[in-house]
């Protein structure tokens, strides 16, 4: 079993940065494959980014040159940079996390969700 929870959401200028953070339990966490997705009002989760376990990333094309995920195993804790933020990045971001092999883009490979950080973008 493992819990998330996501921190670092807030309000930011178009242009601007912020860095969220996924917090992990469980002693497995190295393990798991991450992901981070997004959700707008009235749309669909949306992929972002997948980090294996083995280190490899896969990035929306959306975010692809902008956003950066990595993890920090010793602390249990998956973080997702994000520069030059636009307004159509505004949505709640959610952390996820799987054992399951492929599929990295897609919101049923994930096991384990945290509850969402906001994070609006404004022009």
């Known amino acids: 079993q493992v819990q998330l929870v996501e921190s670092g959401g807030g309000l930011v200028q178009a242009g601007g940065s912020l860095r969220l953070s996924c917090a992990a339990s469980?002693?497995?966490?190295?393990?798991?494959?991450m992901g981070w997705f997004r959700q707008a009002p009235g749309l669909e989760r949306e992929f972002v980014v997948a980090l294996r376990s083995a280190g490899s990333t896969f990035y929306a094309d959306s975010v692809k040159g902008r956003f950066i995920i990595s993890r920090d195993n010793a602390k249990n804790t998956v973080y997702l940079q994000m520069n030059n933020l636009k307004r159509e990045d505004t949505a709640v971001y959610f952390c996820a996390a799987t054992l399951a092999y492929g599929g990295w883009s897609l919101p049923s490979t994930y096991n384990y969700w945290g509850q969402g950080t906001q994070v609006t973008v404004s022009s």
């Open positions: 469980g002693r497995t966490f190295s393990s798991y494959h």
